[in-house]
């Protein structure tokens, strides 16, 4: 894969010329899970969009690296899908950077749309980028705080949740951003949750910056052992209980 | 079974025999809610919980790892997901400490002790939110053996003979959790009741109760190796004084 950062010129014009089977990820996720991205070894990771639920769709385009390296992937459309259609998503990692974007994206049964979703990670700092998203025909603002939520009812399918600018720190420091992430109800007790735009960066400061294995420092002090749990104190009371 | 557990609660508090907690929180919700945190159903042991996972591995091995909420905590059916409930930091009056099943980056699944049996759901986990530690403790109950077994660190602590559920009231299987460690102001069977997160598949309601599963003792020896009980475990007194040590949050596996 060449090494380069593609502009979103670039990604569109690169959108054309890759046709959908030359660029599913060769390691999508399990249809069951989110997928982890962020894996330890791997500098930067990135994702356009991931579905778990009823409806799974594998991360779509997906790509890491560790080395020196931007790998970049852009795919015109998602897997065959009844929930989502975008136009043209685009993921790239790099060394402590990732970001992703996804175009004309829309998702009927949540009555959203968007224009422009798209999630930036370097150097374990991130943010979210949105243009001309649109919830039940409300805009939403373009820039929104790390971990905003929305909520809106829609008569005959419950409630409707994004998060948005979603920011995840996990154990070795690095930082998940995903610039949408919406979970809605599709029958009693399902419900479907699907990210769009998702960028995974540690810090890449002061370390072995070869291509072979970077890793990146915790932003917080790795976590003791836990502690041990303490004996119950018993509490005067009473509960009737199936003796 | 909501108006039921409603009821049962009703029935606790005018027979002045709650464990110092406002059970009258086992309402219902309907999948999908996203109500304030004020008017989610608390998981208690008088709730039953609605739209929340069950748990995919009932005769898994937890690893040992408890989490105590800080604060009320939204409970959501996925990591992130919308709250459909609250995990108070009191159950019975004592502190609140769960097990964890599965784990994401800043996010826990715990078992709750709420019905139906096996419920779960995903809760914050960062330091601000929650204390997490560690038990080193296992209790196995083998109903058909009516047997009960502690480990602490793997190792056998003690093997017991206990009553169990008779077969109109079994004691339910797969694992929960020793939820509380109650002294009852009157020990008319027992000095301490160790209610667990399980509730009888078979009552909706016992002697005012909401059906919860408890280990505790029992005046006669006659009745450990026998199923004669409405599904909780009784043990004999040296099982009961070792079992009490163990901490709140303890993973107990319960085995047909």
């Not at chain 2, 208690?44 to 009320?72: M, S």
Request: proline residues 11%; contains cysteine; charged residues 15%.
């Amino acid at each position: 894969m060449r090494s380069q950062v593609l502009s979103r010129a670039a990604v569109l014009a690169g959108a054309v010329a890759l046709p959908l089977a030359a660029v599913l990820p060769a390691h999508a996720q399990p249809a069951h899970a989110l997928p982890e991205h962020g894996v330890r070894g791997a500098s930067g990771s990135a994702y356009g969009i991931a579905a778990t639920g009823p409806v799974a769709v594998p991360a779509t385009p997906s790509v890491s690296s560790s080395g020196p390296n931007t790998v970049s992937r852009s795919v015109a459309e998602l897997p065959p899908n009844p929930i989502l259609k975008a136009r043209v998503l685009n993921a790239s990692a790099g060394k402590a950077r990732a970001r992703a974007s996804v175009v004309d994206l829309r998702i009927p049964k949540a009555h959203l749309t968007a224009g422009l979703v798209a999630a930036k990670c370097v150097q374990g700092k991130g943010g979210s980028h949105l243009v001309k998203v649109a919830l039940n025909g409300k805009v939403i603002k373009a820039a929104a705080t790390p971990n905003s939520a929305v909520g809106v009812h829609l008569d005959g399918l419950g409630t409707v949740s994004l998060v948005l600018n979603k920011q995840v720190r996990d154990r070795h420091g690095r930082l998940t951003v995903t610039a949408i992430e919406l979970t809605l109800p599709l029958g009693p007790g399902t419900t479907e949750t699907i990210s769009i735009a998702s960028a995974t960066c540690g810090a890449g400061k002061g370390l072995p910056g070869g291509p072979g294995e970077p890793q990146t420092p915790p932003a917080t002090p790795p976590s003791a052992p836990p502690d041990e749990a303490p004996a119950p104190t018993p509490v005067p009371g009473d509960l009737p209980v199936t003796g | 079974m909501a108006a039921a557990t409603v009821i049962a609660a009703a029935a606790m508090v005018m027979a002045g025999c709650g464990g110092g907690e406002n059970g009258g929180t086992g309402t219902s919700r309907g999948t999908g809610g996203a109500g304030t945190p004020g008017d989610l159903p608390q998981a208690t042991t008088y709730a039953t919980l609605k739209g929340l996972p069950l748990d995919d591995q009932p005769f898994g091995r937890a690893d040992g790892t408890v989490v105590r909420p800080k604060a009320p905590l939204p409970i959501s059916a996925q990591a992130g997901g919308p709250p459909l409930a609250t995990l108070p930091d009191k159950q019975l009056g004592g502190p609140t400490w769960v097990p964890v099943v599965e784990s994401r980056a800043g996010w826990s699944r715990v078992l709750l002790p709420s019905r139906p049996n096996r419920v779960t759901g995903w809760i914050p986990s960062s330091p601000d939110k929650v204390r997490t530690a560690r038990t080193r403790h296992l209790v196995k109950v083998d109903v058909s053996d009516r047997r009960l077994t502690l480990l602490d660190s793997g190792r056998e602590v003690g093997s017991w003979r206990v009553a169990v559920g008779d077969v109109k009231t079994p004691t339910p299987i797969g694992r929960t959790f020793i939820m509380a460690s109650l002294a009852p102001p009157k020990a008319t069977y027992s000095p301490l009741i160790l209610p667990v997160g399980a509730h009888s598949e078979t009552l909706d309601t016992f002697g005012g109760g909401p059906g919860t599963v408890a280990f505790h003792g029992w005046p006669g020896k006659d009745v450990f190796g026998k199923a004669v009980t409405h599904g909780c475990v009784r043990v004999p007194a040296d099982a009961l004084a070792r079992l009490s040590k163990a901490p709140l949050g303890t993973p107990v596996e319960i085995v047909a």
